[in-house]
């Protein structure tokens, strides 16, 4: 057995710790496998990869893209088997684009309905690449709005409020993207409620798994049924924590897996990935 944790957050999106403290935290809970997630970003990949080197930690280069289908959320995680391709980094540039549009917008809406806060300040807050919801919900937790950044999702940030206008790319165009790089396309925590309706078409468009396991945002019941369904269509099952680093989750601990539940998706890793030293460590 070992520990693996493929959905991670750095403060190059809306993460709180710097990737180079992701990997150490990593290391600190004996994790053997990570993906850095970050949306809409890949830059945290070059400085986490000489801590990960230095301490022997398979590190698979990655990123999450939100887009949005019939107003909802859906996000799609891409795992890279031979790097980032050139083409990505125009394709997040448009991405982030997008994302600074909707920002503003949603600020506008969010101070239209009484709430104080400006759209520099959410720039400000933004230490990383993209801007997010995130950032805005610290500031109305900063300014007293709400107790915590669950509570202002929960109060002003979900699509549900229609305050922050959802990504404009649909999870085909980045499914399509994906498939044309070889990418690894991965479900994140899909929502149990769009998650029938929408399989079939992500599978046409190119899905390669779903993240059946998320602490956040999977029950155990939806995890059962996600495993059933990646099973009937012969889809790799991802473990992922969507692990942000706020509040009291400062600490990485992953999933404890077998290498017989996973060999065949870090197979597709070698340059990143030492099945073998895996399989050693596991039958000593």
Known sequence: MFRIDLHLHTDFSDGF??????VRKSVDGALSVIAITDHDSVGAYAVA???ASEFGIGLIPACEISTARDGEEVHILGYFPEGYPEALFEFLAGVRADRVTRVRQGVENLRKAGIDIAYDEVVAAASGEILSRAHIGRLIVERGYAKSLHSAFGKYLMPAHGLVPVSRRSPGEVLDFFSGYG???AWAHPEPKVFDRFLKDFIDRGLCGIETVNRRRIDPDASRYFEQA?????????????WHGYGRATEITGFEVSLETCRSFLERFPKYVDVSLLEKNETE
């Open 230 to 242: 990646a099973a009937e269509h012969d889809l790799f099952v991802t473990r992922g924590s969507d």
């Open 49 to 51: 990869e000489p801590v």
């Open 17 to 22: 710790f710097p990737p180079d403290e992701v």
């Open 183 to 185: 990418a690894i396309s």
